[in-house]
């Protein structure tokens, strides 16, 4: 089974930025789509943003623009970076393998954005 652990989440001021870091374990990371999602209290999980092994990316409305997500092969790590950050983004955010049949979360990482 592959392991995902995520880094890089804590407190941040309003229109400040983080960078969150997901490494991941086994060899099929280069060939997986990896994403981020989040959950605040009382909501659904959201899809954040993807990336392919080819490194189409996707991301919901409501970060475009504002966040970047990336991968590095070799290091077998999916990156996202987060400016210009709103208390609205305050969430615990999930790494997310996909693999044909393949599907793996990480345990999660707190970003809280408050003054």
């Known amino acids: 089974q592959a392991q995902l652990v995520e880094s890089g989440g804590g407190l941040v001021q309003p229109g400040g930025s983080l960078r969150l870091s997901c490494a991941a374990s086994g060899s099929i990371f280069s060939i997986a789509r990896m994403g981020w999602y989040r959950q605040s209290p009382g909501k659904q999980r959201e899809l954040v943003a993807t990336?392919?092994?080819?490194?189409?990316?996707n991301y919901a409305d409501s970060v475009r623009g504002r966040f970047t997500i990336s991968r590095d092969n070799a290091k077998n790590t999916v990156y996202l970076q987060m400016n210009s950050l709103k208390p609205e983004d305050t969430a615990v955010y999930y790494c997310n393998m996909n693999a044909m049949w393949l599907d793996y979360w990480g345990q999660g990482t707190q970003v809280t954005v408050s003054s």
């Open positions: 990336i392919t092994g080819g490194g189409s990316t």
